[in-house]
């Protein structure tokens, strides 16, 4: 996650939330 989107910022504790 390089915060790619907001939602990056609140999952910044797991990596590859979202990809």
Known sequence: NA???PLDL???EVPS???
Do not use: P, Q, T
């Open 3 to 5: 915060h790619k989107f």
């Open 10 to 12: 609140a999952a910044v």
């Open 17 to 19: 939330i979202n990809g």
